[in-house]
């Protein structure tokens, strides 16, 4: 998320300063690869990156790439294919072991104003979207089609039985909230839901409440800071939250929502407090509910709430993974692991004990397998 609000800041500068502008996006993949499909990278004629597509592997390459796109203003789709036993390809002896194509398209004029306050309005009024992007086709010229959260769309493809096609399709990726591909009539494309940034609330701005707030906000997290005390509670001691809000616990103002979308952890340090915070806010459908104190606090707290056994399923206390956290920093580490790792449904164990993918797979339907050079290049 915060790779995307970067690109979106980027933007928004350097067009207004005039300059030529592409982006690339991974559309799809294959095998082990280090980015997942909908990763992007913003690119500059003059060679600035915002944003990655790997480990550092194919940058270089990609903004070759790009700086064609620019200059031709045509897009252009380049698959990447590190399954080489030999593990040389380009000289960079990647062995990935796995397929990427990405899609370079140039922003310029109404095609870059329009896809980036897309992303913008997703981010903003936090509510997801849809974007489609043909990235292979034999018959259109116009590759978006982009679905608002109210169900409205825009595309300039001409061809109604495939914007209808992709709208259904947009539809059932906006309600199950996940991304896929899609391969039929001849076209190819990727349907990627633009989630909006994850809400934190943290209740309590003490000293521990600081480091939480940083490493959110490197994930491109909406963090609220609410307190009762207006000399903590104040943006000299949180300059990266969103929100500061200086509230009574016992009614929690309109303006702090706290929905299935929202993350929540209480950290006041005083039992009455927090007595006040979780009686008014456990019944409520919080993706996550974590709750700083030892063990036996914690069961004191609930003994005194009436309580339903389905709430407890979002109830984390003590809060944050087992790393051996002890200062502030630390703790703060633990907690915003374990909330990703609760949001991403992971268990947070370790990698080398996992089975499965890394990553969870994107719908992949059927790859080829090149042979020969193992970059292949398509133009729009």
């Given at each position: ?301 609930l003994g005194e709430i009436p309580i339903d056994e389905q709430y407890k399923k979002r109830l ?65």
């Amino acid at each position: 998320m915060k790779e995307l609000q970067d690109i979106i800041a980027t933007y928004a500068k350097l067009k207004n300063a005039g300059q030529t502008l592409a982006l690339a996006t991974i559309v799809k993949v294959a095998g082990s690869t280090y980015r997942r499909a909908g990763a992007r990278m913003l690119m500059t004629a003059k060679g600035e990156m915002v944003g990655s597509l790997s480990g550092g592997c194919l940058e270089g390459d990609v903004l070759e790439q790009g700086q064609e796109v620019m200059s031709s203003g045509k897009y252009r789709l380049v698959t990447y294919d590190t399954t080489s036993e030999a593990d040389i390809i380009w000289g960079l002896g990647m062995g990935c072991q796995g397929i990427v194509d990405i899609f370079i398209e140039p922003l310029s004029g109404e095609k870059g104003v329009d896809l980036m306050s897309f992303f913008a309005d997703c981010l903003q009024h936090r509510q997801p979207g849809v974007l489609v992007t043909v990235f292979r086709s034999q018959t259109t010229e116009q590759y978006h089609l982009m679905l608002s959260a109210d169900g409205d769309f825009t595309t300039k493809i001409t061809d109604n039985s495939l914007v209808q096609l992709l709208v259904d399709n947009a539809k059932i990726a906006q309600s199950s909230g996940k991304s896929f591909h899609i391969s039929i009539n001849n076209i190819e494309a990727f349907i990627q839901v633009i989630h909006p940034p994850l809400s934190l609330v943290i209740f309590g701005a003490g000293h521990d409440a600081i480091p939480v707030t940083f490493f959110a906000k490197q994930l491109g997290w909406y963090v609220t800071v609410l307190d009762c005390r207006p000399a903590y509670a104040i943006s000299a001691r949180f300059p990266e939250a969103n929100s500061i809000v200086i509230s009574e616990y016992e009614k929690l103002p309109k303006s702090v929502i706290l929905d299935e979308k929202t993350v929540a952890v209480v950290m006041t340090h005083n039992y009455l407090y927090d007595l006040t915070i979780i009686t008014n806010i456990l019944p409520l459908p919080l993706r996550y509910l974590g709750i700083l104190g030892p063990r036996r606090r914690t069961e004191k707290l609930l003994g005194e709430i009436p309580i339903d056994e389905q709430y407890k399923k979002r109830l984390y206390a003590p809060v944050g993974l087992d790393i051996g956290a002890d200062n502030p920093q630390e703790i703060a580490l633990a907690i915003i692991a374990e909330i990703q790792a609760v949001i991403s449904n992971r268990s947070a164990g370790f990698l080398r004990h996992r089975n499965l993918p890394i990553h969870s797979q994107i719908e992949e339907g059927d790859r080829r397998q090149e042979t020969g050079d193992r970059r292949k290049i398509t133009w729009g």
